[in-house]
């Protein structure tokens, strides 16, 4: 952008036929750039107009610091590690057991969560066909359902159980309600970007989105999004739902695991 003649101050108003009017727009925009491939951006500058033209010639970490490549390189460690359990939790004998395939699950929820899409992430996935592209995408996002895993394994160490049935419908009826809307926004994000553009300022004005987005990244604003009946009021329901669900899950599961222990010891 310095090369270009972006300046301190500018604010950046569209990227190509994407307008941005705050920052999750933004991380849709950039998640299709690509290397070699020019973008246009409309900025603002002093109240006038601009259009500038750049291409990005060189990957990101040619502007890394020292610090940042460390940073990327003990995260991508640490999701290898993740990711390695996992596979080996699932596949040996200790696998064949519910708990052990669930936390097999924890684990790669973990290993390929994603709070903030990377620049080029959706161009990239736009090159790989439909079938493969649409299931990565939806496991880097994963972690949006991972409460409703936390409490399932949790639940598996204690005698807890709900009336019969009753324990399928706390577990399956988030999974339903939050997975539709993470099927269609991970379709748009690929193939439909301009359908993930909304009136991000209405919804960032209530302050459990705010907290949403400082706790837990842009993921959950930009995939418990797209509806065929969107409306910014529902779209914050939604999300102050997930937020609910997610704090109430969490707590639950943080209980059984306490009720787990106190079996064990007494």
């Not at 995260?75 to 057991?97: N, Q």
């Not at 969107?230 to 997930?242: A, C, D, E, K, V």
Request: charged fraction near 15%.
């Amino acid at each position: 952008m310095d090369k270009a003649g972006v300046r301190a101050g500018d604010v950046l108003e569209a990227a190509g036929e994407q307008p941005l009017t705050a920052m999750p727009d933004w991380f849709v925009a950039r998640t299709h750039f690509e290397r070699e491939r020019a973008i246009d951006l409309k900025i603002g500058r002093d109240e006038q107009p601009l259009d500038v033209h750049l291409v990005i010639t060189d990957p990101a970490f040619r502007a890394w610091s020292r610090a940042q490549f460390d940073c990327v390189l003990a995260l991508l460690l640490l999701r290898l590690i993740l990711l390695s359990l996992a596979i080996f939790l699932g596949i040996s004998r200790s696998g064949r057991h519910p708990s052990a395939r669930i936390a097999a699950l924890m684990l790669a929820v973990g290993a390929v969560a994603e709070g903030y899409p990377s620049a080029g992430w959706a161009a990239a996935l736009g090159h790989l066909p439909a079938m493969l592209a649409i299931p990565v995408c939806l496991t880097s996002v994963s972690s949006l359902l991972a409460p409703m895993i936390w409490l399932a394994f949790c639940a598996s160490f204690t005698r807890f159980r709900l009336s019969q049935g009753w324990d399928r419908i706390v577990l399956l009826v988030p999974t339903i309600l939050f997975g539709l809307p993470m099927v269609a926004s991970s379709i748009a994000m690929i193939y439909a970007p301009s359908l993930m553009a909304g009136p991000w300022p209405i919804v960032l004005s209530v302050a459990p989105v705010r907290l949403i987005l400082d706790a837990a990244g842009v993921t959950p604003l930009l995939f418990l999004s797209v509806s065929p009946f969107y409306r910014p009021i529902g779209h914050t329901w939604l999300l102050q739902l997930w937020l609910a669900m997610t704090v109430l899950y969490f707590g639950q599961a943080a209980s059984f695991f306490w009720q787990a222990i106190a079996a064990r010891t007494a």
